[in-house]
T-cell receptor, first 116, second 114 residues
Framework: GDSVTQMEGPVTLSEEAFLTINCTYT??????LFWYVQYPGEGLQLLLK?????DKGSNKGFEATYRKETTSFHLEKGSVQVSDSAVYFC???????????????FGTGTLLAVQP | NAGVTQTPKFRILKIGQSMTLQCTQD?????MYWYRQDPGMGLKLIYY???????DKGEVPNGYNVSRSTTEDFPLRLELAAPSQTSVYFC?????????????FGPGTRLTVT
């Protein structure tokens, strides 16, 4: 079945450092890809998305590009802030398939801690 | 709009007890979902619904039941609670239109079974 693999955490960075969180996927078709963020004590929020190959999703300085050839959707940010400390989840959905149920399949999450 | 609301926020159950986790959304969303989040394991789909009166199993449905009698409500029932059901439970919803991709999540219910 479909699956998502993302890099283990925690990732600890100093403020203004460059961030990369790796995410790869396995899917039978051409899924939509997402990054969700979970701040402490809260539910998940959509950070960015890409719905087809070569699409770049971006939001709040974060970016990720849908790479079909490497089945990847790595999250990047050029300069992290303390307020970016959270758990980041890569996910895919069958949103692009016929008869979609919009179900999400998540990676295990990566905890990011940014130190001042 | 309140979005997706869940009650209770926290609950401690004894083994063998039962309870219902409540989920309500006020966005007129067609699709609703229940996920559980275990440490280091990401979120797993328990049950989902594509509309009132229609439900289906997700990846980890054993020990749970759901119903969807209205568009707004999607309660999750735990019968005969077991320690393996200790987790954080999230409800989510999405309208499901052609350009609609974002699932909206509730704040979660933290359940401990002892």
């Amino acid at each position: 079945g479909d699956s998502v693999t993302q890099m283990e955490g925690p990732v600890t960075l100093s403020e203004e450092a460059f961030l990369t969180i790796n995410c790869t996927y396995t899917a039978t078709g051409y899924p939509s890809l997402f990054w969700y963020v979970q701040y402490p004590g809260e539910g998940l929020q959509l950070l960015l998305k890409a719905t087809k190959a070569d699409d770049k999703g971006s939001n709040k300085g974060f970016e990720a590009t849908y790479r079909k050839e490497t089945t990847s959707f790595h999250l990047e940010k050029g300069s992290v802030q303390v307020s970016d400390s959270a758990v980041y989840f890569c996910a895919l959905s069958d949103r692009s398939y016929g008869g979609a149920t919009n179900k999400l399949i998540f990676g295990t999450g990566t905890l990011l801690a940014v130190q001042p | 709009n309140a979005g997706v609301t869940q009650t209770p926020k926290f609950r401690i159950l004894k083994i063998g007890q039962s309870m219902t986790l409540q989920c309500t959304q006020d966005m007129n969303h067609n699709y609703m979902y229940w996920y559980r989040q275990d440490p280091g394991m990401g979120l797993k789909l328990i049950y989902y619904s594509v509309g009132a009166g229609i439900t289906d199993k997700g990846e980890v449905p054993n020990g749970y039941n759901v119903s969807r009698s209205t568009t707004e409500d999607f309660p999750l029932r735990l019968e005969l609670a077991a320690p393996s059901q200790t987790s954080v439970y999230f409800c989510a919803s999405i309208f499901g239109g052609p350009e609609d991709y974002e699932q909206y999540f509730g704040p979660g219910t933290r359940l401990t079974v002892t």
